[in-house]
Structures are given as structure tokens and as C-alpha cells.
């Protein structure tokens, strides 16, 4: 029987620190039974995604190190960057891959921020299906006010209280630690430096303003460009294509179009061939007549 295996996905507020990146992602790499798949940094969100898989055992001591490297190279009262963030471990999401159910992904994330806390004394939120309250299952609801919004709150504001650790904030600031499904981390650029279009256009693409379900988007100014940032939380029922057409068509409402796009971390192939037979309006396309998948499995 296959062995079971988990994604994890974990987000740390550097990225123009070469050194504290690598430090992390080394701290990831040398821990057995694991496997870094991708690393993406950003400069202008200051922001750095990696992703690894690995055993259930395997991934909950590599996050566990990478937090802790974290800690120790990202000082929090000097980070500045685009993107909202709580912590030097921002939020680390695990997913299962294989031979997995939700429920185990949510035993991990608990038992992680139980030990975060109580090793490394940092507070530990919950959210997604990890979450212990209706109002932590979103990811933007506990990260608003952003570390500085936090450091004010967090030993007054009943609604600040952590799931786990102090309600105090040291330099590493806060960590969010949850599971869920996959998730597509997905930007588009527009041929603009005025931000304020991709901030309208985030308002009607968003689910919480009225947009599509299972989209999370904001509006930002990225190297000079505006930049419509999103989450998509589930890409069966709200497909790529759909919010990138629905962009499109928004951005031509204010004179302008699409540049280019760019994906953070891994997609599902599943979402890629989506968008493929879209576009190319081909009936029968499916993994199967994908060269390489033939050629070598599907299995990790």
C-alpha cells in the first residue's frame, strides 16, 4: 500500500534576505523523508513561499525547523513589504496528497501549533478546517490589522486571544497554522500603474464583495505595475479561466488589459488541463493524453 503523504505549504515574511532564506528552506531540506518541490521569493510582497511533501511525520518536523529558522533571521519590527502578513512564519497550510483525509491534515496543524507555542513562544492562530471558531476559518480575518495591528491587540482584544502561546508578540510575531484543500496562489498584471483599477477589479472578483465563490483577491502596485493578487480556494467550481476572462474584461472597463500573470508555488494539473480545454476548446483532453504522465505515472 502507498505510503501516505502530505503538502505543505508554509509562507515566511522574507525575501529580499537572501540569507534567511536559504537558512529556512536549508532548515526544511535537511530534515529526512521530505522533499522541496519549489521555493518562490518576491521581493516587493518581501514574501516567500516554499513548498515540500513529505511523510505525515516528516512534514510536521520540517515546518516545525523552518518556523524556528524563521525565527531566529526574520525580525518582525523591520519587515516591511506588500503583501499582509502576522509573523516570520506567516501561515503554513498543510493539504493531503495521498492516502490522506482532511481529518489528519487538521491533527497536524493542531499538534504543530501546539508545539510552536509552547517551544518557541510564539502565539499560534488556527484557521481553514483546523480553525476552533467560525471566525478564524478565513485566512484575511485573522490577519487584519497585519503585525502592527496585532502588537496592540493581542493581550486586550478578547477577539485577539491565540489558540495557543502568549498574548504577547515578540519579533517573530504570530504564526497561522491550518489545513485545507489546494489552493491556487495566482497573480495577474495589468498594463497599468494605477492600482486603484486592480483594486476595483479585486472588489468584483472577490467572494466577500460580492465576486465569485472560493476567490480571495486584493488589489496591489507591484514593480510598477498594478497587480489583481488571488487565491483560489477551489478551482473545480471557480475555474482559472473564468476569473482570468472576468479580468480581462473588468481591466478593458477602465482602458487597460492584461500583461502577464504568474503563478506562486504548484498548481494542480488538473486546474492547467481546465484551462487548456477551455481555451483551446478541445473535447478530449485529459491527463491521460498528457505525454509524460504516461510515460512515467501520476503516482509521488
Not at 472576468?246 to 488541463?273: C, F, H, K, N
Request: overall charge positive.
Amino acid at each position: 500500500m502507498s505510503r501516505k503523504i502530505v503538502e505543505c505549504i508554509p509562507n515566511f515574511s522574507a525575501a529580499r534576505d537572501k540569507r534567511a532564506v536559504t537558512k529556512i528552506r536549508d532548515a526544511i531540506r535537511h530534515v529526512p523523508g521530505v522533499r522541496v518541490l519549489d521555493v518562490e521569493s518576491d521581493d516587493d510582497h518581501n514574501r516567500s513561499v516554499m513548498t515540500f511533501v513529505g511523510t505525515p511525520e516528516a512534514a510536521i518536523e520540517a515546518a516545525y525547523q523552518a518556523i524556528a529558522a524563521a525565527a531566529k533571521y526574520i525580525d518582525m519590527d523591520k519587515h516591511r513589504g506588500a503583501h499582509p502578513r502576522l509573523g516570520a512564519t506567516d501561515v503554513v497550510p498543510f493539504v493531503p496528497i495521498q492516502n490522506m483525509e482532511m481529518a489528519e491534515a487538521v491533527t497536524l496543524a493542531r499538534a504543530l501549533g501546539q508545539r510552536v507555542a509552547e517551544t518557541l513562544q510564539i502565539p499560534v492562530y488556527l484557521y481553514e478546517e483546523a480553525a476552533t471558531r467560525p471566525d478564524r476559518r478565513n485566512l484575511e480575518n485573522i490577519r487584519r490589522g497585519e503585525y502592527e495591528g496585532l502588537q496592540q491587540r493581542i493581550a486586550t482584544d478578547p477577539d485577539r486571544v491565540p489558540d495557543f502561546g502568549p498574548r504577547v508578540l515578540g519579533k517573530a510575531g504570530a504564526t497561522v497554522i491550518g489545513a485545507r484543500n489546494p489552493l491556487i496562489a495566482f497573480n495577474v498584471y495589468l498594463n497599468t500603474d494605477d492600482v486603484h483599477i486592480a483594486k476595483r477589479i479585486a472588489r468584483t472578483i472577490r467572494y466577500s464583495s460580492g465576486g465569485f465563490r472560493y476567490v480571495k483577491a486584493m488589489g496591489l502596485l507591484v514593480e510598477g505595475q498594478a497587480q489583481v493578487s488571488m487565491n483560489l480556494t477551489n478551482f473545480r467550481k471557480t475555474p482559472v479561466h473564468l476569473v482570468v476572462e472576468t479580468i480581462r474584461r473588468e481591466a478593458a472597463r477602465y482602458g487597460a488589459m492584461i500583461s502577464r500573470s504568474e503563478l506562486i508555488g504548484l498548481v494542480p494539473q488538473d486546474a492547467i488541463l481546465a484551462a487548456a480545454k477551455w481555451y483551446l476548446q478541445t473535447d478530449n483532453l485529459t491527463s491521460e493524453l498528457v505525454l509524460e504522465n504516461r510515460l512515467y505515472g501520476d503516482e509521488i
